[in-house]
């Protein structure tokens, strides 16, 4: 017998994405259940073959759910996370609501899969935002090897990560820019389209932003305490796919040969380097694929024992939705939870 699962914020990015992955990898699931708020009620969405309607969140009742994958916002989690928690379903959030909360476990499956343990304090698992799901993937084989000290890293994230009021807003704007029309700045601060911006999320008293922040300490939780980190995030007129220049600081000498053989091996990771022209990923080719994909290996000759390398990946799929359902299926491999109607 298979899973109840619940996908809620079914209509939004992440949410189609969630319903479509579910179906592509035969999730071992009986039923599907689509929600988000009462608006949106009635809506369908794709489920492999078939055609969920959307239900409303606020009148569904969870006691029979075994799985409740939410991706709808930090708020929504906050008040319905628990609630959910509480009727026996395992929540596994998309949102930054739990992530820093020492009694929910912050999941990347190819890295911490053995944190899954933790889960029973609150029912509840934290998916890390995706610019730091795609940076661990790859840090992780690395730090067991030659053991990590510094990680800088300048991230360049798609408006994806926005939502879709953000790639709408790119969309309108590049049409704008063609048409001679005026451009108008909504979701961003300052014009997205032909242009970067160096603010994700809100400023910080130290002037950090708050993406920046949660790069630093997801990665400590997810990975090793004892790692420093320092990020510059930055917003780039790309539709789906975050990228990432990502400079290391080891223990012990690992060279960019040994680092690339370590990779290949790796879980999750698909390393293309070739010294050669188009011989790295671009975003571009990186959409729909479920590899965190590594390019531009090479020493950094201005520190003892680092590297630097070129980081990109779906920040749809491995960033958000892939992971909740990877992590969904460690709970399944791990026997950590069991169908409701088979325990009965």
């Not at 708020?75 to 909360?101: H, L, Y």
């Not at 370590?262 to 975003?283: F, H, M, Q, S, W």
């Amino acid at each position: 017998m298979g899973y109840k699962v619940a996908v809620v914020g079914a209509t939004g990015n992440v949410g189609r994405e969630m319903l479509s992955i579910l179906a592509e990898r035969d999730f071992p699931a009986d039923e599907v259940i689509a929600l988000a708020s009462r608006k949106s009620q009635g809506v369908e969405c794709s489920f492999g073959d078939k055609t969920l309607k959307v239900k409303a969140l606020d009148h569904y009742d969870f006691s029979d759910v075994d799985i409740c994958l939410m991706s709808a916002g930090g708020s929504v989690s906050k008040e319905w996370s628990p609630k959910i928690g509480a009727q026996g379903a395992v929540v596994i959030d998309n949102s930054s609501a739990w992530r820093t909360d020492p009694d929910v476990p912050l999941i990347v499956p190819e890295v911490n899969a053995h944190a899954l343990d933790g889960f029973r304090k609150k029912n509840i698992i934290a998916n890390p935002n995706c610019s730091t799901a795609q940076l661990v993937v790859a840090l992780k084989p690395l730090h067991d090897a030659a053991t990590i000290k510094r990680v800088v890293v300048a991230t360049y994230q798609s408006v994806s990560g926005a939502g879709k009021d953000a790639m709408d807003e790119l969309f309108s704007q590049t049409k704008s820019v063609f048409t001679l029309d005026e451009v108008e700045n909504k979701k961003f601060t300052k014009r997205i389209a032909f242009n970067v911006i160096p603010h994700i999320d809100v400023f910080m008293d130290d002037g950090y932003t708050k993406e920046e922040w949660k790069m630093v300490v997801e990665t400590k939780k997810i990975l090793d305490p004892k790692i420093k980190l320092t990020a510059t995030c930055v917003r780039v007129p790309v539709f789906v796919g975050h990228s990432e220049a990502v400079d290391i600081e080891f223990e012990k000498p690992l060279s960019a040969d040994e680092a690339r053989e370590i990779l290949r091996k790796a879980p999750g990771c698909l390393v293309i380097d070739k010294r050669e022209n188009g011989g790295y990923v671009t975003p571009y080719e990186c959409v729909g694929e479920d590899a965190t994909y590594i390019s531009r290996i090479r020493e950094d000759a201005t520190i003892d024992n680092g590297l630097q390398m070129w980081v990109v990946s779906d920040n749809l799929r491995k960033g958000a939705a892939l992971n909740a359902v990877q992590i969904a299926e460690a709970m399944i491999n791990r026997k950590l939870i069991q169908a409701k109607k088979k325990a009965a």
